[in-house]
T-cell receptor
């Protein structure tokens, strides 16, 4: 079975500060990993995905994530937070189209 | 590309009635569509997976006779909540995957309120 764990249900940063959202996965086979963002009352928007190519994946809106097999991690980062980044972020693992989500991390950006 | 729409975005119905939610892939053929349910401040829970032209596969604990799923074409899947009750009130989100790859593209969601 595969699963993801997101460490920290709520992360608060100041505008302009580094954003770090943590995700660890568990999978018996090489996983496909995803980060999605959800704004209030909306669906999920794909930020980036890892599909066994480059371990450092760049996504939209300045986000990137690094796949570290030794640490079974896929943390999401952004060098400088913007107010518009405030949202709920979900890490997900998928194999054979069976996608499992983490519990989500709510990002708050303070002015 | 990879746009998924849902209709309606919000629906209020009386207890005992049925509600149909449509999920469409607008610019790609979705061989597989997924239906999720999301409670406030919680993650997404997969309800069922449907492949075009086949019966849906339901997750454990999801009543297939209550949540009817139809995937009649490569661009349309419908979820019908039959005999809705207040506990069915939730945010329902669909997603779609194309002919290859693991990526799921999500619709904007439908908020259902059963009175």
């Amino acid at each position: 079975a595969q699963s993801v764990t997101q460490l920290g249900s709520h992360v608060s940063v100041s505008e302009g500060a580094l954003v770090l959202l943590r995700c660890n996965y568990s999978s018996s086979v090489p996983p496909y990993l995803f980060w999605y963002v959800q704004y209030p009352n909306q669906g999920l928007q794909l930020l980036l995905k890892y599909t066994s190519a480059a371990t450092l994946v760049k996504g939209i809106n300045g986000f990137e994530a690094e796949f570290k097999k030794s640490e079974t991690s896929f943390h999401l980062t952004k060098p400088s937070a913007h107010m518009s980044d405030a949202a709920e972020y979900f890490c997900a693992v998928s194999r054979s189209r069976d996608m499992r989500f983490g519990a989500g991390t709510r990002l708050t950006v303070k002015p | 590309g990879a746009v998924v729409s849902q209709h309606p975005s919000r629906v209020i119905c009386k207890s005992g009635t049925s509600v149909k939610i449509e999920c469409r892939s607008l610019d790609f053929q979705a061989t597989t569509m997924f239906w999720y349910r999301q409670f406030p401040k919680q993650s997404l829970m997969l309800m069922a997976t449907s492949n075009e032209g086949s019966k849906a596969t339901y997750e454990q604990g999801v009543e297939k006779d209550k949540f009817l799923i139809n995937h009649a074409s490569l661009t349309l899947s419908t979820l019908t909540v039959t005999s809705a009750h207040p506990e069915d009130s939730s945010f329902y989100i669909c997603s779609a995957a194309g002919t290859s790859g693991e990526t799921q593209y999500f619709g904007p969601g439908t908020r259902l309120l059963v009175l």
